[in-house]
């Protein structure tokens, strides 16, 4: 139903542009992917929803972004993640070196998080900045408190700074074919072997400009409790600029 809500809004809108522009500023995108397994012996499921909103100007840009992905199996909760981010990008449109800053909450229960919050700024690289090609590296420095459960250890509330090093891509392949991806390796500033491992990958198919078949591949991995979660998602993603 919820995608369904948000593809006919898209549907309305009266002119859909495939990029930003001088009188294009604003691009909103919404994706529903999961799995679902039925068998006699019982059933499984994962819902990965994820809403994300940017705006863009020379200057600046700013983006945030929502996840929420549940998941059962049988009568398990598996999953029951929650992440929201708000970033921003300072001068990155108009030269390869450029600063940012972000924000960012996490609640994970795959990962045995009750919350984390980061907050950080740094610098960031263009490598390639056009329509068709997008190829980003950044690195900065993060302040991080965490409320955690540790295995036999019960529950572990600390603060930390960590580095925070990413690469990020975005791929055209003549308007059909979107690659995306985006990956941070975020170690802790006092104890190496405390660290964040980061992996987002998503490949659509564009069936219009406003919507697609999407394949995504999700990798996270939380050294501090030992935990990591590996989702591999099918469904459809909606987008508009305005």
């Known amino acids: 139903m919820k995608l369904l809500l948000v593809c006919m809004i898209f549907c309305n809108v009266a002119e859909t542009s495939a990029q930003f522009n001088d009188s294009t500023h604003y691009h909103l995108k919404y994706a529903a992917t999961g799995i679902f397994n039925k068998t006699n012996d019982g059933r499984s499921y994962v819902f990965n929803n994820g809403v994300s909103f940017t705006i863009n100007r020379k200057a600046v840009t700013l983006n945030s972004t929502n996840t929420w992905i549940y998941g059962r199996q049988g009568v398990n909760l598996t999953n029951n993640d ?85 690469v990020k891509y975005h791929i055209v392949v003549k308007d059909l074919i979107v690659l995306d991806g985006g990956h941070f390796w975020q170690p802790s500033l006092s104890r190496f072997d405390d660290y964040i491992i980061r992996s987002t990958n998503s490949l659509t198919l564009k069936l219009r400009k406003w919507l697609g078949i999407t394949t995504a591949v999700n990798y996270n991995r939380f050294s501090r409790t030992g935990r990591d979660n590996l989702l591999i998602n099918f469904g459809l993603t909606a987008e508009t600029y305005f």
Do not use: C, H
């Open 82 to 166: 929650f992440s929201s981010g708000l970033n921003f990008d300072v001068l990155k449109n108009t030269q390869k070196l450029y600063y940012w800053g972000l924000a960012t909450f996490t609640s994970s229960y795959s990962l045995k998080i009750n919350y984390q919050a980061q907050a950080g700024v740094g610098l960031g690289y263009n490598i390639f900045n056009k329509k068709d090609l997008e190829l980003v590296v950044s690195d900065g420095v993060l302040y991080e408190t965490n409320d955690l459960e540790l295995p036999n250890q019960g529950k572990d509330v600390y603060q930390t700074f960590r580095n925070s090093f990413r």
